[in-house]
């Protein structure tokens, strides 16, 4: 692997994805034909909700092919920098790459131009990279995420949804995507106030994945005897925190007794 | 035909080297050591915009000294170089020394094949994993892709006999703040004072996370150079 030094006229820029281009590697493999859905590992159901400090990113731990439950313990919520994150729906192979090529992404225009990206640009790059998936989603390798980050020129933080053509919408208050995403939507919609704090939200987050895995079968709920929990990040001004598992046991287990009790 | 002037092989390299660190002295020299918690490397640098010293991947930094254009150019080819490897192995797969290779390969190329050797002396550092800093390298590759590896310290730069004289040895790692007052001082020297916007310094260090890579402020900086 030689030093990637390139003439002043085809330089690649900060781009990752154009350097990896430059270098000669692999494009993403294009799908011909449709793909059997129990042939590869689904991803289901993420939420996002803004609150007091920030925003917070919670997703279950359930991949299914077909009506196979493939895997329990999948994350769907990762970092995608210090002040930032995304959750990821849908194909989970082209999702998981697309979370790393993203996270590279933002990473190496830090490096190349001395400063990180707004979270506006960081936005507009995983818009781009869905948009560039669009041949694979029409195949039904459809990727959804949810961008969340602490915009810190506003001291806010924002979130953002997409649908798969790489369409990027602003939404104020929280946003769900996945099979699940009606159900987790509509409990975070009723339980939604303005202003919550880091407790009540987290909260918020684990009752609507937990209704979502009561209707969806495709979002996995909870599960206590293996210790399996969702995963739940807050990003704010500090960056990005992934909640301990601690923590999401004793909320759930809260959270299981509330609805005992009704 | 016009027969070329012979010239002897000696003397071009001798001319070339002359010219490269004629360039490389006019610039303000740059002081890395290992400290207790990693490795800093302190810079002379007037610019609060320019910078000598950058971060490479999660546990290598880039220094360079000598004309701007030409070590800023390697330091965004260290970037491609490492994510590019990173990407396509893992990100523990790539390390200092084989980066370092790669410069001194690219050097000395342009060293021998081209018309202007570049003018530039660049350090590459690494922190390695062990608390004792058993790990740690710093590689000093010179314009002509001469490669050296250092232990304890390592200035670059035009005047690096005298800044090494008055730097000394180090016999241990020091804390963070000791070693940036001596470094400074070494770079001063006795006629003059350098305050914290005369400086670059920047440092790896361990138990802060994936990317061990960070800046001191202008705060942090004059905190540390008052004892």
Redesign the interface.
């Known amino acids: ?5 390139f003439r002043p006229h085809d330089d690649p820029g900060p781009s ?1 994805a154009e ?2 281009r430059r ?1 000669g ?1 692999e494009e993403a493999v294009t799908v011909n034909g449709s793909v059997p859905v129990g042939d590869y590992r689904h991803g289901t159901t993420c939420v996002a909700v803004r609150y007091a400090d920030g925003v917070l990113l919670a997703g279950d731990r359930r991949a299914t092919s077909g009506n196979l439950i493939s895997h329990r313990t999948l994350e769907k919520v990762f970092p995608a920098d210090r002040h930032s994150g995304v959750a990821i729906a849908g194909a989970a192979g082209p999702a998981i790459e697309m979370v ?1 090529l993203f996270q ?1 992404q933002l ?2 225009y830090e ?2 131009e ?1 400063g990180p990206l707004s979270l506006e640009g960081k936005a507009n790059q995983l818009s781009q990279m869905i948009r560039s998936n669009l041949p694979a989603a029409m195949q039904g390798m459809a990727v959804v995420p949810i961008f969340a980050g602490f915009d810190l020129g506003r001291g806010d933080g924002r979130l953002f949804e997409y649908d798969v053509t790489g369409g990027r919408y602003e939404e104020t208050q929280h946003a769900s995507t996945g099979s699940g995403s009606l159900h987790a939507g509509t409990v975070v919609k009723l339980g939604y106030r303005d202003g919550m704090d880091a407790g009540s939200v987290t909260d918020l987050a684990l009752d609507a994945l937990f209704e979502a895995a009561d209707e969806d079968s495709a979002t996995g709920g909870p599960d206590p005897i293996r210790g399996i929990y969702p995963v739940v990040a807050v990003i704010t001004a500090d960056g990005y925190t992934r909640l301990d598992d601690d923590e999401l046991a004793d909320r759930t287990q809260a959270l299981l007794e509330r609805r005992r009790a009704q | 035909m016009n027969m070329p002037f012979y010239v002897a092989p000696e003397q071009v390299m001798k001319d070339r080297a002359d010219y490269a660190r004629k360039g490389i002295a006019r610039g303000r020299s740059l002081i890395a050591f290992r400290f207790d918690e990693g490795i800093a490397i302190c810079a002379e640098n007037t610019s609060s915009t320019l ?1 000598k010293v ?3 991947y999660d546990r290598i930094a880039f220094a360079g000294v000598g004309k701007y254009n030409e070590f800023d ?1 390697l330091r ?6 490492a ?6 192995f893992s990100r523990e797969d790539v390390d200092a020394r084989s980066l370092a290779n ?2 001194a ?2 050097l000395g190329q342009v060293f021998t094949h081209e018309m202007k050797p570049m003018e530039v002396e660049i350090l590459v550092a690494e922190i390695g994993e062990d608390e004792s800093g058993a790990g740690d390298q710093l590689f000093h590759i010179l314009y002509d892709g001469t490669v050296m590896d250092e232990d304890m310290s390592v200035v670059l730069g035009g005047e690096t006999d005298t800044i090494s004289g008055r730097l000394g040895a180090f016999d241990t790692p020091p804390a963070l703040a000791d070693g940036i007052r001596q470094a400074v001082s070494a770079l001063a020297g006795e006629d003059r004072t350098l305050t914290a916007a005369d400086l670059e310094v920047a440092v790896l260090q361990r138990g802060i996370g994936r990317r061990a890579f960070r800046r001191l402020g202008d705060d942090e900086l004059a905190a540390a150079l008052t004892p």
């Open positions: 692997m030689n030093l990637p030094l990752f350097l990896l270098s590697f790393r590279l990473e190496h490096k190349v001395g | 910078r950058s971060e490479i150019q965004i080819a260290g970037v491609r170089h994510d590019l490897k990173g990407y396509s790669q410069y390969q690219s």
